[in-house]
């Protein structure tokens, strides 16, 4: 948003400064704009406290929505993305910051003696993002092509995914 307004700022030969209130309140630029008090000083409202001044309703974004497979789904690929890139980026510095590198650090954990649940759990929660990211990356290649695209079959494949990536999962950590 910033990158549009500095555009048409450039564009226009606009000083940014004009357009100061437009995130926070200059006494100054909101004088013209603004009702006046009693005493003559600008009044410096929030939208927020402007749409009660005028008694609009609140919008109830999200509060209406049922939570739905398909979006939850979209949700978790979307932070399994991120999870994943956050896995390369710690492996990489690791690989460069840490004496000895990532054989070192898993010497250390496994010197540190956990029980055997604790590293299953570790082992599963390393896991399951890579394994949900790719068997969802395969869901969605699918619509690419054109397959699974009714609402009955966007259900059933998720479902699957769901149920693969634990297993698979599951798997990984029992190695």
Known sequence: MALCYMRLFSRRCIDPSVYRNL???SPKLVAASMPKLATGSAICETHDEKNL???RPMSPHLSIYQIQLTSVLSITHRGTGMILSTYAMVLGL?????PGGIPCLIEMITDL???TPVLFAMKTALALPAVYHTFNGFRHLAWDLGAFLTIKEVYSTGYVVLILSSIAAL???AM
Do not use: V
């Not at 690791?94 to 840490?98: D, E, K, M, N, Y």
């Open 113 to 115: 003696n956990l029980a």
């Open 94 to 98: 690791g690989t460069l910051l840490i």
């Open 53 to 55: 001044r005028l008694k």
């Open 23 to 25: 995130y926070t309140c």
């Open 171 to 173: 798997a990984l950590a």
